[in-house]
């Protein structure tokens, strides 16, 4: 069974951190490209960062969040992380990983909250 696990969401103030985290399981992780998407209060959904397939050694990142947020991946341990500094209120959303690889697969999502 395929299963793709967020976590590490919750309740931050402005300008704080969190590290998002998804297990993956059930394929083969290492030949999947690994995204984060993100869907706010009452929005669609937005891309917010990819990491390709194998060692991970291309990424790409909404201009949103370029230069705040690092996606990586460990794959000994099937999981993809999202490290989010300096977080803004706009950042408030249901985040979600997916793979795309020979299918697309996606996680139940975790809620990040940005508010004093």
Known sequence: EVQL????????????SLRLSCAASGFTFSSYAMSWVRQAPGKGL??????NYGGGDTTSYADSVKGRFTISRDNAKNTLYLQMNNLKPDDTAVYYC????QYIYWGQGTQVTVSS
């Open 5 to 16: 696990v967020e976590s590490g969401g919750g309740l931050v103030q402005p300008g704080g």
């Open 46 to 51: 937005e891309w917010v960062s990819t990491i």
């Open 98 to 101: 997916s793979a795309d690889g």
